[in-house]
């Protein structure tokens, strides 16, 4: 496939604003990126800036710290696809995997697959924060919580994505489920390491560069 078809174009800096949350869906349809990422208060405004268009509209829940009650994850869901989301990135709650509550992160998962439904859900594990045997019990948890992806990166933690990371990801769930990586993807050679090693999405800012260089 084409770079483009693995973009997620990606803003969501707590400084977006409306003006440049329209340039962000309108550079996407130009180079026909796979999908725009934004926070769930742009969704109607970016589902209307994509009418017509084939790019996809994915938004955050849980962003950036995962932190949230279930039920506000679910809430937050819920109001993404009655305002035409496509796809939700859910981030896990790294402090659950800190203490052993494995139980509670996948039923936590489950219950986002449940209101995403036929949807894509995407969860963000944010790899930085995590050991190697942590990053295998996270993508094994998101695995077994039927998600369709899991994600490296907020782009909001210490760091981004890794190859290391993703080849650790990639090892533990195999074809079962897809790789989604993000956070300091900034250039084309690099993205294209990732897509070699067997990810599906890349998430960035930096498309427009990428597709132009």
């Known amino acids: 496939m084409p770079l483009q078809d693995y973009i997620d174009h990606t803003l969501l800096k707590a400084t977006a604003t409306e003006t440049a949350i329209k340039k ?4 996407a349809v130009a180079h026909e990126f796979y ?19 084939e790019v996809k509209l994915a938004a955050v829940i849980g962003f950036p710290l995962g932190a949230v009650a279930t039920e506000i ?17 859910m981030v896990i709650n790294i402090g659950w995997l800190k203490d ?14 449940k ?3 036929n949807n ?5 594990i944010e790899t930085c924060y995590l050991t190697p045997q ?7 948890l998101v695995m077994e919580g039927g998600a369709d992806f899991v994600k490296t990166s907020t782009g909001f933690g210490t760091s981004g994505a890794t190859l290391g990371d993703v080849k650790i990801m990639k090892r533990t769930v195999g074809d079962t489920i897809k790789i989604k990586a993000s956070g300091g993807i900034k250039d084309k050679a690099t993205a294209l390491k990732y897509i070699e090693i ?11 560069a990428m597709m132009n260089s």
């Open 24 to 27: 962000l869906c309108a550079e």
């Open 35 to 53: 999908a725009v990422c934004v926070n769930s208060c742009n969704v109607s405004m970016a589902k209307k800036e994509l009418l017509n268009s």
């Open 73 to 89: 994850k679910v809430s937050e869901a819920e109001y993404c696809m009655e305002m035409g989301a496509d796809e939700v990135d």
């Open 100 to 113: 052993g509550m494995h139980a509670t992160i996948m039923e936590e998962i489950k219950s986002v697959k």
């Open 115 to 117: 209101t995403v439904g």
């Open 120 to 124: 894509v859900l995407k969860v963000i």
């Open 134 to 140: 942590e990053i295998v019990t996270a993508s094994t």
């Open 198 to 208: 067997g990810v599906s999405r890349i998430g960035t800012s930096s498309g427009v």
